[in-house]
């Protein structure tokens, strides 16, 4: 039973076009993060949500949009991708206290 | 200001020799520490966490890591490497009761046969 999973594990897509990835967690966590990780596995934070609401928001093109619904769920969505926009993106939740950030297995985006 | 510094980004071992994975962090308050190993494109695992408890942490697959807080290090170690092993590990620092997690830049493991 995954804890966090996320989809799509791959996508390929042209330039210029919006796509999604979808996170989902059932560890019961209140917080939830997308990283990206380039090409040199340099791992930067790029959202957290607590409970529904953005509490960290690094410096990110507004391309970039995430959502959550609910706790245990938080979206990305990308808009007019770019090729710098290739790279594994991870879904993660902690707990309220932070103490240990559990990851999803990736999504391998790839723009042409 | 936390940061996490992994001395090295590559480190190889023979099968059955000692990993040594070497990381420094700074940390204004009282930290908690993890390492994190990541397969060929898959995500990442933890392996161990250090949260103010023992200073030497036990992890799974035989990795250990101890915390010096002295030396601000956090060295993750394994007596005997296996072909298995061969991944990239990720040192990590978060500030308690805080939602924020810094990580290192990586070190790759290779074990050679």
């Known amino acids: 039973d995954t804890a966090v999973s996320q989809t799509p594990k791959y996508l390929v897509t042209q330039m210029g076009n919006d796509k999604s990835i979808k996170c989902e967690q059932n560890?019961?966590?209140?917080?939830m993060y997308w990283y990206k990780q380039d090409s040199k596995k340099f791992l930067k934070i790029m959202f957290s949500?607590?409970?529904?609401?953005?509490?960290i928001n690094e410096t990110v093109p507004n391309r970039f949009s995430p959502k959550s619904p609910d706790k245990a769920h938080l979206n990305l969505h990308i808009n007019s991708l770019e090729l710098g926009d290739s790279a594994v993106y991870f879904c993660?939740?902690?707990?309220?206290?932070?103490?240990?950030?559990?990851f999803g297995e990736g999504s391998w985006l790839t723009v042409v | 200001a936390q940061s996490v510094t992994q001395l090295d980004s590559h480190v190889s071992v023979s099968e059955g020799t000692p990993v040594l994975l070497r990381c420094n962090y700074s940390?204004?308050?009282?930290?908690?520490l993890f390492w994190y190993v990541q397969h060929p494109n898959k995500g990442l695992q933890l392996l161990l966490k250090?949260?103010?408890?023992?200073?030497l942490v036990k992890g799974i697959n035989g990795f250990e890591a101890e915390f010096k807080k002295s030396e601000t290090s956090f060295h993750l170690t394994k007596p005997s490497a296996h072909m298995s092993d061969a991944a990239e590990y990720f040192c990590?620092?978060?500030?308690?009761?805080?939602?924020?997690?810094?990580f290192g830049s990586g070190t790759k493991l290779n074990v050679k046969p």
């Open positions: 993660a939740s902690s707990e309220v206290s932070g103490n240990t950030i559990y």
């Open positions: 560890l019961g966590h209140d917080t």
């Open positions: 949500y607590n409970n529904k609401e953005l509490i």
């Open positions: 940390s204004s308050y009282s930290p908690s």
């Open positions: 250090y949260t103010s408890a023992a200073t």
């Open positions: 990590v620092v978060s500030e308690r009761n805080f939602n924020k997690f810094y």
